[in-house]
């Protein structure tokens, strides 16, 4: 879509500027920067020639809000489903997310009753740190041991289940991968109390 964007706006240099805040944006994952926002979009607008205003517009565009109208087709099949048998069997279900999610979950129509993400000032920080994930433990009142992170990345959704003591279930397709979609075996015994 960037790609596409940029050729018809004959903008080459938007496609560098999202692909320099995707790497640099892992990078500061990776090294578990505090305020990592305020730092990557520094860091991006120095290498970019833009100004900051220009990169943290881009950044709540391209990242944020061009993405809704197309993310409903993307959602796991068996999510609807399973976020209701969770509500049903009154376990609470909490979202964490290094992007804005509120707005992202109710595009996939669904709701949780906690979201917190890494640019949350409160957090402030990416996954693999585990304060997020800690945050929602604490809000639900849930320890560690009663919850179970879900993700689709071993190296940060595994690490943050690792770190904050919690159990961890990844989704996708190769041979380390739990399951596949919610409507697979794994999730039967919610599914259907």
């Given at each position: ?27 500061l ?63 609470r ?65 595994g ?17 380390d ?17």
């Open positions: 879509m960037v790609g596409w964007h940029a050729a018809t706006r004959l903008d080459l240099g938007l496609v560098q500027v999202i692909s320099r805040l995707r790497r640099r944006r892992e990078s994952a990776e090294a578990e920067q505090v305020d990592f926002e305020s730092a990557l979009i520094a860091d991006v607008a120095a290498a970019s020639n833009r100004s900051q205003a220009a990169i943290r517009a881009l950044l709540d565009d391209w990242f944020n809000s061009r993405p809704l109208p197309f993310i409903a087709r993307y959602r796991v099949p068996g999510a609807a489903e399973l976020f209701n048998a969770l509500r049903q069997n009154d376990i279900i909490g979202i964490l997310s290094d992007h804005r999610a509120t707005e992202k979950l109710a595009a996939l129509g669904l709701a949780a009753d906690i979201v917190v993400s890494a640019v949350d000032p409160d957090i402030s920080v990416q996954k693999p740190d585990p304060k997020g994930l800690k945050a929602i433990l604490q809000r639900t009142g849930y320890e560690p041991d009663e919850a179970i992170m879900i993700g689709d990345r071993a190296d940060r959704d690490a943050v289940a690792r770190r904050a003591g919690t159990g961890f279930l990844l989704r996708g397709k190769g041979p991968a739990d399951f596949q979609s919610f409507e697979d075996p794994v999730f039967y015994p919610i599914l259907h109390r």
